[in-house]
Nanobody, 120 residues
């Protein structure tokens, strides 16, 4: 078993920046994809950004050019640097990781979620 623990988030004015972090711990052989999803009130959860173990990234069109996802493989940590924030970025941001657990199977894990609120 593994766990994901998120940090960051909070309240920020439109145009501001925030940085989210998510650290994996526990029984980990390796980590495949890591990413961030968000869910706004009354809406479905959507992919924000994803990064592979090789560093290939994928972003939602709505955040391209404003958000940057990165990871530190040695620390089992993924980051989301969010800039030029807009009120529509408000939501609960959840970390995701596809982790290879002993003895050698892959499993999807989710963080507990962190609230990001952007005021206009």
């Amino acid at each position: 078993q593994a766990q994901l623990v998120e940090s960051g988030g909070g309240l920020v004015q439109a145009g501001g920046s925030l940085r989210l972090s998510c650290a994996a711990s526990g029984m980990i052989l390796s980590i495949n994809d890591m990413g961030w999803y968000r869910q706004a009130p009354g809406k479905q959860r959507e992919l924000v950004a994803l990064i592979t173990s090789a560093g290939t990234t994928n972003y939602a069109d709505s955040v391209k050019g404003r958000f940057t996802i990165s990871r530190d493989n040695a620390k089992y940590t993924v980051y989301l640097q969010m800039g030029s924030l807009k009120p529509e970025d408000t939501g609960v941001y959840s970390c995701y990781a596809n982790i290879r657990n002993p003895p050698g199977f892959n499993m999807a894990y989710w963080g507990q979620g962190t609230q990001v609120t952007v005021s206009s």
